[in-house]
């Protein structure tokens, strides 16, 4: 509430006069009786001063791995944007604090530039205020928005000193399950042009295994006939054969590991959209199931550690795995947030220290569960082996 001291009412932090981009947040309190005015006011938004840069990695997990194309934005379908807004409300002209555009294809770097007043980009890099009232719980605060998808918004801390890979961007283009033959270009027949999303895919589920440091893991899936992880994974060695998700969408293969030999590929219902890592190590894997095509009526989805007890991870190396489901939106260019996260440090730990895997979720068969969003079982347990994976 205003504060009134003097006979005069007292603005709030969030009414006091600032730059451009700039804005106010805090308290103010009356002492001594109100003889006193004490502000807490600090400056959020753009802070020539003392403000920080922000700049950092962008994977997107459908790229080809082994020829990536390096558009991780899809800037091919039209402008590309990354935009950190002070915010609501969301306006170009105002608490747009922070931006990078592409017209072209995208790098999959970025480093937000300085907003004029015509809402375009300049060309120095601009400095944020990076204190914590800026993007605590209490709107407004930073918001991240990427290709103009402010539904899709998420909170966007600014630190005095980020970690390392602490403003990386894993994405995940939606699942959109209502559309088909969607140009994800601007121009049909145009150079570049050759992916349509033919994107009717109501029972498709994507994990995104993610962590980041030195340390490597494994992901894979797993089904009752076959526990032995040399029989039905994804997870022992780098993945060469990823099918593209976006040209061909009905084709369910992955390379499979049966006695270690990748050439022999079965249809089981999974695309392995291979690895990724950053400059910062940044690491991820990515699949996309079509539980219509499920081999058993239940996967399980593991990750494993490489060398040693998984559970020596869960402080260090910020495992989590991220689902997806099937929305309705027909932008091929948005990116989804994720329904479900799961991570190591919560599961429930093994009496075995030693032990590798990390069971995080089970998925089951359309003809199991008719809701999509229900086909994902939490179990979230560290597991000595396959042997002991619940079904």
Request: net charge neutral; proline share 5%; charged share 20%.
């Amino acid at each position: 509430p205003n504060l009134v001291t003097h006979g005069y009412k007292v603005p709030l932090c969030s009414e006091e006069k600032t730059d451009p981009y700039s804005f106010k947040k805090g308290t103010k309190q009356c002492l001594n009786n109100c003889k006193t005015l004490q502000s807490n006011c600090v400056v959020c938004g753009l802070d020539d001063v003392n403000g920080v840069a922000v700049a950092g990695n962008i994977i997107n997990v459908l790229e080809n791995t082994v020829t990536p194309t390096f558009d991780p934005l899809l800037a091919l379908g039209g402008s590309a944007s990354i935009s950190l807004f002070y915010a609501p409300p969301f306006d170009d002209l105002i608490t747009k604090v922070g931006y990078r555009k592409y017209d072209v294809k995208s790098t999959n770097n970025y480093s937000l530039k300085k907003s004029d007043t015509s809402g375009t980009a300049w060309a120095t890099s601009v400095k944020i205020s990076s204190n914590p009232i800026c993007f605590n719980d209490t709107e407004p605060y930073y918001k991240l928005v990427i290709n103009g998808d402010t539904a899709r918004a998420f909170s966007f801390p600014v630190f005095a000193s980020p970690e390392l890979g602490g403003y990386d961007l894993i994405l995940s283009p939606v699942i959109t399950k209502n559309i088909t033959g969607k140009e994800i270009c601007g121009v049909p027949g145009a150079l570049g042009c050759s992916q349509i999303r033919d994107s009717t895919r109501p029972n498709d589920i994507r994990i995104v295994v993610s962590w980041s440091g030195d340390m490597d893991f494994k992901a894979g899936f797993a089904v009752p006939e076959l526990v032995e992880e040399s029989s039905f994974s994804a997870a022992t060695s780098v993945i060469t054969k990823s099918v593209n998700y976006f040209t061909y969408p009905q084709n369910t293969l992955i390379a499979i590991e049966p006695a270690g030999d990748l050439t022999k590929n079965d249809e089981v219902g999974i695309w392995c959209h291979g690895s990724g890592q950053t400059a910062a190590k940044t690491k991820e894997i990515a699949f996309t199931l079509d539980t219509t095509k499920l081999r058993s009526d239940n996967y399980v989805l593991y990750v494993r550690a490489v060398s040693s007890g998984i559970k020596n991870y869960a402080n260090t190396a910020k495992l989590k795995v991220e689902v997806y489901f099937p929305e309705n939106d027909t932008d091929a260019r948005h990116f989804a947030r994720s329904a479900q996260t799961y991570y190591l440090n919560a599961a429930i730990p093994s009496d075995n220290s030693s032990a590798m895997y990390w069971q995080v979720l089970n998925i089951k068969k359309s003809t199991i569960e008719q809701d999509v969003l229900k086909r994902v079982a939490p179990v979230n347990k560290i597991k000595t082996g396959a042997a002991y994976f619940e079904f």
